[in-house]
């Protein structure tokens, strides 16, 4: 069989993996959208490099955009067989794409109205609310831990990557001409002793691992914990009158702010201001996320036991209506705004950056990873100026981020997750999901640790899996 890099391949989104075997049938891992890489990003997402009608089978690890993303595209294209994910990533994708299709559709009518007076031709969206809707009609759930049959000779398996709800790393057992091939891909990895979630799963030994490598050349550092983060920008926007705005993932950044800042409440140290969480799609993944606790770790399910509802505190104000966010600009701070997208390259936080950048009473504070051509990105590179909806903005605002919260493993989190494999059986280990930098250090650290033959695709590379 072969194995082609279509995306997420020495960048961190757009992932994409297709397998061909030898009898023609083609499984694909992942379907991710290419987020955040400036001019490049429509043409990225428009060509999969594959034909969509040729896929016969797809495999979701988790419900992040960079990983689900292009689903509605595929379907449209011509996909028509089952997607296997976990129950939970099935529940999020269903609103995370409904919204991602929303997205799509808005940005061609903005696009086609500015085209119309250049007299250029209409473009299409990437996909409709149609188009998702029936992509989720093919989703496939499976539980962790079940061997589940896919097609003749290829069986799955999900193991909890703790990473966000529902977030799987995929096994499969491929039997072609009577030879088993086992194949494991990671997806994204999450973090030992995460706060809300439980730590990655060890896994069955491999042949051939796909692993991400976005943090695998650095530690996190282990400082100061995300609710005393949180209570120093708190603090320092009370004292300035100002507005602190908290780009954050809808799914899992937003969820892991609130127990943080439930945290405070319980801890009596909560400071009595209004928490707004401004963002329709991240209600919803607060209230999906509240309805899987078996997915908790220990900690959470502990804390559960004294206060029901650990996502929720005094001064939480949930913000449904556009009419309502705009409101949020003429209200005198202090407040703290909590809002998608993370990269703030889209979604409200983009206006609400719009409308307070310039003021140097208020903060910016980034809470994950951000593309570097991201508008997060640019800020935190320290740009004096960046255009937002095509006006310059003088950067005032202070900017600044809060690390601790990564969804992703560090090297340590990494390297613990690959102890359940013997190096010697490992054939070949394909890193992706990371920047190519990154991915040399981790490279060479993994060679020392008796893995010898490690492999960084480029995108669309494609090898055999003997
Ligand atoms: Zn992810």
């Known amino acids: 069989m072969k194995i082609a890099f279509h995306g997420a391949a020495q960048t961190v989104t ?19 959208m290419f987020q955040g890489m400036g001019r490049d990003t429509d043409g990225l997402n428009r060509d999969f490099g594959f034909d969509a009608g040729e896929v016969d089978v797809m495999i979701l ?21 089952k997607i296997f994910c976990t129950p939970a990533t099935k529940t999020l994708s269903s609103i995370l794409l409904a919204d991602s299709a929303e997205i799509q559709e808005s940005d061609a009518k903005f696009s086609n109205k500015k085209r119309a007076v250049r007299q250029l031709p209409y473009i299409e969206p990437l996909y409709t609310l149609e188009d998702a809707e029936r992509a989720i009609d093919l989703f496939a759930p499976v539980e962790y831990g079940v061997w589940q049959q896919v097609m003749d000779g290829v069986e799955v398996m999900f193991t909890d990557a703790g990473h966000i709800i529902g977030s799987a790393c995929v096994h499969l057992r491929i039997t072609e001409n009577g030879k088993l091939t086992r194949i494991s891909f990671s997806g994204d990895i999450g973090r030992y002793r995460d706060v809300i979630l439980k730590s990655p799963e060890i896994f069955p030994q491999a042949d051939y691992v796909i692993m991400e490598s976005t943090y695998g050349n650095s530690l996190h550092d282990p ?3 995300t609710p005393e983060l949180l209570l120093k920008w708190i603090n320092d926007v009370i004292h300035k009158k100002g507005k602190l705005i908290l780009p954050a993932f809808s799914v899992g950044r937003t969820q892991e702010i609130l127990f943080a800042l439930n945290q405070l409440e319980l801890e009596n140290s909560l400071p009595d201001i ?30 559960m036991k004294t206060d029901s509802d650990p996502f929720s505190f005094r001064g939480l104000k949930y913000v449904k209506t556009v009419d309502e966010s705009k409101q949020l600009n003429y209200q005198n701070g202090p407040m703290v705004i909590i809002s998608a997208s993370g990269m703030a390259d889209a979604g409200r936080v983009k206006h609400h950056i719009s409308n307070n950048i ?20 640019r800020l935190l590179a320290g740009a004096t100026e960046v255009g937002i909806y095509g006006l310059e903005h003088q950067v005032h605002a202070e900017i600044g981020s809060i690390r601790s919260m990564s969804a992703h493993g560090d090297f340590e989190d990494l390297s613990q997750w690959l102890a359940s494999q013997d190096p010697r059986q490992v054939k070949k280990l394909f890193l992706v999901h990371g920047e190519p930098d990154v991915q040399a250090g981790f490279k060479k650290r993994l060679q020392r640790k008796g893995f010898d033959d490690i492999l960084i695709p480029e995108r669309h590379f494609e ?4």
Not at 18 to 28: C, I
Not at 66 to 75: A, N
Not at 274 to 303: C, G, H, M, W
């Open 14 to 32: 757009g992932s994409k993996h297709l397998l061909t075997l030898k009898n023609g049938k083609k499984v694909l891992l992942d379907c991710g």
């Open 61 to 81: 690890s988790h419900a992040h955009i960079d990983h689900s993303g292009l689903i509605p595209k595929l379907v449209r294209d011509g996909f028509t067989g």
């Open 223 to 225: 400082g100061d914990s």
């Open 274 to 303: 209004t928490y707004y969480v401004d963002s329709p799609l991240s209600i919803e993944a607060t209230n999906v996320v509240k309805s899987y606790p078996a997915y908790f770790n220990r900690n959470i399910q502990n804390i």
């Open 358 to 377: 310039e003021n140097s009473r208020n903060s910016i504070v980034f809470t994950g990873y951000c593309e570097p051509r991201s508008l997060g990105g």
């Open 463 to 466: 090898t055999g899996l003997e």
